[in-house]
């Protein structure tokens, strides 16, 4: 009976590593799958004639990591899928992996796949300033500020001493309101960071050098000293922003490269998927739709 399947989108770059590594790895034919009363794992994912069972599927789970186990399990499914897909059109074209291979040889095998299959298309410098021109906002330097900071440490989890924390913070700020020239001293009295010998001195920060929480709060302020405690994990501080330095946009010969290797993989990426929609199509898949719906 011919079963007529919709053809379904299959994310291929969807992670850090390069296709092959995506496409055909982590596969361990030793490893033990879920079983059930001493039965084979049940299938309900095929490429063609070929089943991908539940035990394939758990095994390959553990290396797309994901917040909710039927997203991991989503993503474990597709990336089976494409490499069935790859392997299989590589046997129809001849392509062979040396006899007992190993992982790092069906990664080279995909990776012949792909290069025959894929062409390579290298955007001229036309593309590349057209997106550099609509969209400036991505070609900036990084935001700095030049801050000094007072730490009044206090652990996470201690409710008591945080509010003591940020008692003492408020303090110390109503001080240098009137006595801006003591911040200083009150670091090297007060702080609880190594920048307290140094006047509490963090020198130039850019976005993301710091944690999080301190970052975010930091990087909205004006110069001069904050008019309220700046809470972090580390307790809270004292913060007074010495100067702000706004990125400044970048010329186009500076990120030529940077957008010329961006476009060039945004184009190979649409033509991969291009290329697997097409082997869908001479080997359909099914039951990838109900396992992508399960992880919403």
Known sequence: MNVQTRILPITVIDSAQPVPA??????????????????????????????????DIAREMQHHRAMRPEQSRADAARALVVRELLRREARRLGLQAPAGGTVSDEEALIQRLLEQGVEDRVPDEDACRRYFEQNP??????????????????????????????????RLLAQLKDHPHLFADFALRHSRCPSASDGGDLGWLQRGQTTPEFDRQVFRLREGLAGFPVESRWGYHVVRVEACAPGQPQAFEVVHRQIRDYLELQVRQREIQAYLLQLQERYPVRGLEEIEAEAG
Request: hydrophobic share 40%; charged share 30%.
């Open 137 to 170: 906002e991505r070609f900036r330097a990084p935001d700095r500020v030049h801050v000094r900071h007072i730490l009044l440490a206090a652990p996470a989890d201690d409710v008591a001493g945080r509010l003591a924390a940020r008692s003492e913070a408020e």
């Open 22 to 55: 995506e496409a055909g790895h982590h596969h361990d034919a030793d490893a033990e799958g879920p079983r059930s009363l001493g039965q084979p794992a049940p299938c309900r994912l095929f490429v063609d004639d070929t089943a991908i069972s539940e035990a």
